[in-house]
């Protein structure tokens, strides 16, 4: 997952920090149902850091000039330190990283391939509003984790400098030649729906991720949040869309 914020984001919603958020991971983990919601969270992040690095490699490839090429290597490098962090958090608390992985590996796999760009202007999109939108969602769990964990999280959604590479680019491309923004937007909302989807698949198959959401696991969100979690992250997609230039 490429991770890149912008201004007025869902995750400017913070609530008061009670429960479990006011806890460390030493106290939040005796509770077992919160501590496999936490691998698991850890496993989707960890695959989704891993498959933006490969991804930002088969970037590199459609990528016009030797410049583009190196900004994406960066962006490439920062995505797998990303991947080792959470691997390491993983292993530090007894779990197995690529067990962690498994369980969302053939779904997020399935995003990849459902939502495989054409070009490199695709490519762009996708990892600016697409995989923001995964960034969104976790930033709204991170809200309700224990303080180790809630660090950690927060500091692998860093923007690796995609954000503002691609939308300098992509609007550049669209004042180049206008007709260029109408395929893109098609192709932005198709992402929105296809990611939003996806993440609902992830959490109803994951026991204990679907818990932590609806209610259950100390402050967890009850299901009006849910759909207000939603509308902010759906708020923050149409921002996005008009920073690259594009109608939501």
Do not use: N
Not at 100 to 113: I, N, Q, S, T, V
Not at 198 to 226: H, I, K, Y
């Amino acid at each position: 997952m490429r991770c890149m914020d912008t201004p007025d984001t869902p995750t400017d919603h913070q609530p008061t920090v009670t429960g479990i958020a006011a806890q460390d991971w030493a106290a939040a983990s005796a509770q077992p149902q919160y501590r496999a919601a936490v691998v698991d969270l850890l496993g989707a992040l960890a695959y989704g850091e891993l498959a933006a690095f490969e991804r930002l490699a088969e970037d590199a490839k459609l990528a016009p000039t030797l410049a583009d090429k190196a900004e994406l290597a960066a962006m490439a490098s920062a995505e797998f330190h990303h991947f080792e962090q959470l691997r390491d958090r993983l292993t530090g608390i007894g779990e197995e990283p690529h067990q962690a992985m498994e369980p969302f590996a053939a779904a997020l796999d399935g995003f990849h391939r459902q939502t495989a760009p054409s070009d490199w202007l695709e490519g762009l999109v996708k990892a600016y509003v697409g995989d923001a939108i995964a960034s969104d969602f976790y930033r709204e769990v991170a809200a309700r984790l224990d303080s180790d964990t809630r660090t950690l999280v927060l500091a692998v959604l860093d923007d690796t400098g995609h954000a503002s590479f691609a939308v300098e680019k992509v609007r550049a491309a669209i004042a180049a030649e206008p007709r260029v923004g109408g395929r893109l937007a098609l192709w932005a909302r198709r992402l929105m729906g296809e990611a939003l989807s996806q993440a609902q698949r992830v959490v109803a198959e994951r026991d204990a991720l679907s818990t932590m959401l609806v209610g259950g696991v100390a402050d967890g969100f009850d299901l009006a949040e849910v759909g207000r979690m939603f509308s902010r992250i759906t708020e923050a997609h149409t921002k996005r869309m008009a920073a690259l230039g594009l109608a939501a």
